[in-house]
C-alpha cells in the first residue's frame, strides 16, 4: 500500500486537531520526555531510503515519513513519502507539530548548510545532524583545511584562492605537485579535479571560477598537493565531545571497473576494509576524528552528528582528503546493514550526549557490498522514466535493494536520476558479499545500466594476493561476446553486397575485384573519418543507430569529392566493455547506410579495450574505397574558371562536425538533449535534432558528376564554408556566396543566438545548410539543378570571382540576416524548387571530359597517384599547396 501524505491531507488533521503539540524548552526534555512514535527522514537518494529501512526496524519507531523520498520509500511498511517543504524551514517544523513528529533526521549535506538543524532546534522540534557553523567543515573545503591546519589534523598540503591567477601561479611554483583542484563550495560530490598535469591543473581552475562549472561553489577554490595511497572512509557518531567510531568503509568513485573512467557520486562501496587494522583505526579515531570534535568545540561550535572522513593511507601516513557531515552515500547502504544497535536509539544517545555508556554495537565475522546502478550516461547526461524490472525477485534472494534516483509511473517504478538504485548484500565473507551484490544486479533490469563489477577488488587482493591466475575476460575483453557480435552482423554486410565484392565477414581481410565491378583504368581513392563528439550525444540519449550513417557519409562524401565511386567500406568500433546490442545497432547502421551509398561493408574491427574508455563510452571510425577512371578525377583545375556558378546541396542539419561547440550552447542554456527542440516540428527534442544523420550524396550525383558538367565538389564538413569549398579551387580565384539564396535549418539560427557566435564562427565551424557546393558553368547550370528535382533542394548559392591581392578568400553575404530570420524561401533565382520563371528540361548535360573505354554499365575517369590535385581532408586547414593562408569571411 502507497502512503503519501498530501497538502489536504494536512489540512484534515488541522480540522481534527486544534490544540497544537506542547513546546518543550530543551530538546533533550523532549527527547527523554516523550518517545519520537513519528520520525522524519530529509532526503530522497539510497542514503534517506537506507536511513528510513533502519530506523523502521526500531520496535520504537511507529511509522517513518521521507521527504521527498523515492519509489523505494513510497510504500514499504512502517515508511512512506510525505511532500511536505523541506526548503522552507517554517513549514517544515509545523507540519512535524501537527503530525507529532518527535525526532528529524537529515541526510544531505545541503540542508545541513542551510542550518535546517539551528531552525527546527529552535522551533522545538528535535533534529538529528550538526549545526550550520559546524557543518562548514564540508560546505566549505578553505574552511575545513584552515581548520586542520589549526588543530594539527594530518591533510595535504594546500592553497586557498578567490583569483584564478593566483591560484595558476601556485600550481606551477609549488615544489610539489599541485594537481587536486577542488571548488571550495558544495558541488554534489563533483567539485574535485584530480589534473594530470600543471597545465591541466590551470585548465580545470578556469573551468571553474571562470566558466563556473559547478556556480557559486567555485567562487573559492582549494588547490592540494596530489596524494598517492589507498583511500577509505571512516565514519564516527559524534555527540559534541566523543566519538564513535563505525567500521572502515571504502567508496569506489570512478564509473569503471578497475577505478578508471570519470569521477562518480560513488558506484558502489563495501565494509569493512581489511586495510584499516584496529591499531590504525584507533589511529585514526585520536589523531582524526577526536581531535576534529575536540577543536570545534573548543571554537565554540560543538559537533553532533554524524562526522565522514575521506582518507588517503599514503607511505607518509594517513592523511585527511576532505570531511563530510553526514552519511556517505553509498557508504551508508553498507554501513547501517552492519549495525546490530537500533539506530533510532542510538540517535538519541547522540543527541543526548551518551555515546561514551551506550556505543552502538556492529555486527562481527560480515562483510557488506552494494553495488550502484546508475543510468546510461552517468555522470553526464541521462534519460529518466526508463522502467525498472525484477525488483521483486532480488528482495526474495535475500539481498537488499535501496532506491536513488527512482519514481512511480503508472503502478511501476522508473528512473528519476543518475544513480538509481544500490544493491546491498551481506554476508560472511567480502568475496561471497559480492557475488551475491552482483547476482542482485543481475536480477534487476533497466536499459543501458551501468554499474561496477568489481567492487572491493583492492580487499580481496589484498586478502588474496596469490589466489588465482590472470584470465583475457577477467582483465576486461570478453571474445566470446565479440564472436557473438560478428555472428550477429554477418547477415547485415551480406546484404551489402554488390558488382566486385562478395560482403562475407569472417576472414583475415576483404577483397574486392575492381574489373568484375566494371572498371577499366582505374585510381583508387581512399578516404576515412569518425563521427566526432556526436558520439556522446548518442550515448547519452542512447539512440546508436544513426551514427552508422554518419560514419559513412563523412567518409563517403569525402571519395565523391574526387569524382570516385564508393566501392567498399570498413569500420573501427571501439569501447571499454563490449555491450553487444549497443554494437550491433551501431554496426547495423553502417551496413544500412552502406547500402544507401552503394558500397559494400567489407570488414571492420571490434577492439574491447578496458581501461581505455568508461563505460557505456565507445568510439568509432570509419574508412573508405572508391574508384574513378583516369582523367575524370576531381577537381578539374584547369577548366575552373571566373564566372563560374555554385551549387548548393541541402544539409540534413549539422551533420557530424561542430559537437564540442553545440555542446557548450547546450551548458549556455541550460539545456539538456531531452529538452524540447522549440526550434523545430512539434514533439522533437534537442536530441533528436542533433542526432539527425549526415546525408549521403553518391546515389544522387554520381550519374552528374559521370556527365562531366561539374567541375568540381566540395563536401562541407571540419572547416564549414569557409574552409572546404577553396580546397576544389584555383588559387587565383574566390567564392562570392550569397545565403539569402538557401534555405538555412532553424538549428542553425538558434546555435548563433545562443551562443552569440558571430558570422565567421557560424561559417568557419558549420555547414550553415549547404551539405556540398558543386562548381558549374553558368551553362550547364539549369541542368544540373534539374537533376535534382524532385529529391533534393538545391540552389545557385554564389559564383566564383577573381582573386584580388590580399582580399578575402571567401565572402558569404546576408549570413547574419538570414541567420536572425530563421528559414524562410531563398531568394535565388534559379533555385529549382522556388522559381517558377526557371524550367527544367530533360536534356543531359554535355560531357566535359572524354574517358577511356570500359564495360558497360558504369562510367568514370582519372589522373595519376600524387598529382598535384590529389588530396586528404584535413579538419583545420586547407590540403591544396596553393591554398595556405587562411579564408576570411565578409558579411553585409
Known sequence: MRCQYTKEEEKDDDDEEEDMPPKFVKQEQQIKGDMAEKVLVVGGGGREHALAWKLAQSPQVQQVLVAPGNAGTAGCGKICNS??????????????????????????EVPLAAGMVDDLTAAGVPCFGPSAKAAQLEASKSFSKAFMERH??????????????????????????ALVVKASGLAAGKGVIVAGDREEACRA???????????????????????EGEEVSCLCFSDGSSVSPMPPAQDHKRLQDGDLGPNTGGMGAYCPTPQVSQELLQQIRDTVLQKTVDGMREEGTPYVGVLYAGLMLTKQGLKVLEFNCRFGDPECQVLLPLLKSDLYEVILNTMSGKLVSSAPV??????????????????????KGVEITGLSQVQDSGVQVFHAGTALKEGGVVSSGGRVLTVTAVRPSLESALQAANQGVAAVGFPGAVYRRDIGHRAIAHLNPDRRGLTYKGCGVDIAAGNKLVEMIKPLAKATSRPGCNAELGGFAGLFDLKGAGFVDPILVSGTDGVGTKLRIAQACGRHGGLGQDLVAMCVNDVLAQGAEPLFFLDYFSCGRLDVDVAAAVVGGVAAACKVAGCALLGGETAEMPGVYAAGEYDLAGFCVGAVERGALLPRLGDIQEGDLLVGLASSG??????????????????????????????????????TPTKIYSRLLLPILRSGAVKAFAHITGGG?????????PQDLAVDLDASRWSIPPVFSWIHKEGGLSEEEMARTFNCGL??????????????????????????????????????QVVVRNLKHRLQVGRTAPSGELSVNQNKNFHCNSETPRKKTRAPPREPGLERTNASCGSPVSRVKNHTSSSHPQLQSAPEIQTV
Open 83 to 108: 511532500e511536505v517543504s523541506v526548503s522552507n524551514h517554517a513549514i517544515l517544523a509545523q507540519f512535524c507539530k501537527d503530525h507529532h513528529v518527535g525526532l528529524v533526521v537529515v541526510g544531505p
Open 152 to 177: 594539527g589534523i594530518p591533510t595535504a598540503r594546500y592553497g586557498s584562492f578567490t583569483a584564478p591567477e593566483e591560484a595558476c601561479n601556485y600550481i606551477r611554483t609549488a615544489d610539489f605537485p
Open 205 to 227: 581552475v578556469m573551468d571553474i571560477m571562470k566558466d563556473r562549472a559547478f556556480g557559486s561553489a567555485g567562487e573559492t577554490v582549494v588547490v592540494e598537493e596530489l596524494l
Open 362 to 383: 556492529w555486527h562481527q565475522d560480515s562483510s557488506a557490498v552494494t553495488v550502484v546502478m546508475a543510468s546510461a550516461g552517468y555522470p553526464g547526461s541521462y534519460k
Open 654 to 691: 549539422v551533420h557530424s562536425n561542430g559537437f564540442s561547440l553545440v555542446s557548450k550552447v547546450l551548458q549556455r542554456a541550460n539545456l539538456d538533449y531531452s529538452s524540447p527542440a522549440l526550434f523545430a516540428d512539434s514533439g522533437r527534442t534537442v536530441g533528436d535534432v542533433l542526432l
Open 721 to 729: 564554408l569557409l574552409e572546404n569549398i577553396p580546397r576544389v579551387l
Open 771 to 808: 551539405g556540398a557546393v558543386l562548381v558549374v558553368a553558368p551553362e550547364d547550370a539549369q541542368t544540373v539543378l534539374c537533376q535534382f528535382k524532385p529529391n533534393e533542394e538545391a540552389w545557385i548559392v554564389g559564383s566564383l570571382v577573381h582573386k584580388q591581392q590580399g582580399a578575402k
